[in-house]
């Protein structure tokens, strides 16, 4: 089964500091995406890749950058963390299809800015 | 306006039983639907996709695809206390990509 691993899975930050999210991939998937889960809003869509030097804008991307330096690694920068975005971030890996697209999330990295 | 809208919020089905829930959405752009499960403390893993109007059964999950009414449901027989979890509703077209709903939290009672 494809794999997708997150570092660190636990963050506390204080706010305004710097924060970086890692997510590494094995399955050679060209797709990778940075998600947000908040109760009541459910998987928000941060940022997104296509490939390596390639980083798109998803739904919410305002205070977050992303980087791809190469196949297997995307991550995902917070410059000036703020207590909104204590949250549990994920990432996922994925191959689009003409039928859709199966993603394979990491198993999350819980962030808290205080 | 949530462009995929996921009822109940949450239920509860005795062991045993069947477990059904439903998916909508408002934007005529799907084209397919996915069912992602999230269990506590994890990712949510893909269960099911369905593309097609009618049934599609994998095991103890149905799924029901209705295109007209861009209506989808999720059915899970005999539920076991390991089916307690998250169900995410996920719609895919290729220009949005995957655009989740908010969930419908199920719990499985002995």
């Known amino acids: 089964e494809a794999a997708v691993t997150q570092s660190p899975r636990n963050k506390v930050a204080v706010t305004g500091g710097k924060v970086t999210l890692s997510c590494n991939q094995t399955n050679n998937h060209n797709n990778m995406y940075w998600y947000r889960q908040d109760t009541g809003h459910g998987l928000r869509l941060i940022h997104y890749s296509y490939g390596a030097g390639s980083t798109e804008k998803g739904d919410i991307p305002d205070g977050y950058k992303a980087s791809r330096p190469s196949q297997e690694n995307f991550s995902l920068i917070l410059e000036l963390a703020t207590p909104s975005q204590t949250s549990v971030y994920f990432c996922a890996s994925g191959d689009a299809g003409l039928s859709g697209n199966t993603l394979y999330f990491g198993e999350g990295s819980r962030l808290i800015v205080v | 306006q949530q462009k995929v809208q996921q009822s109940p919020e949450s239920l509860s089905v005795p062991e045993g039983g069947m477990a059904s829930f439903n998916c909508t959405s408002s934007?005529?752009?799907?084209?397919y639907f996915w069912w992602y499960r999230q269990h506590s403390g994890e990712g949510p893993k893909a269960l099911m996709s369905i593309f097609s109007d009618g049934d599609k059964k994998e095991g103890r999950f149905t799924a029901h695809l209705n295109k007209a009414s861009l209506h989808v449901s999720l059915h899970i027989r005999d539920s076991q206390p390991s089916d307690s979890a998250l169900y995410f509703c996920?719609?895919?077209?290729?220009?949005?990509?995957?655009?989740f709903g908010l969930g419908t939290r199920v719990s499985v009672f002995p």
């Open positions: 934007d005529r752009n799907f084209q």
């Open positions: 996920a719609a895919y077209n290729y220009a949005q990509g995957l655009t």
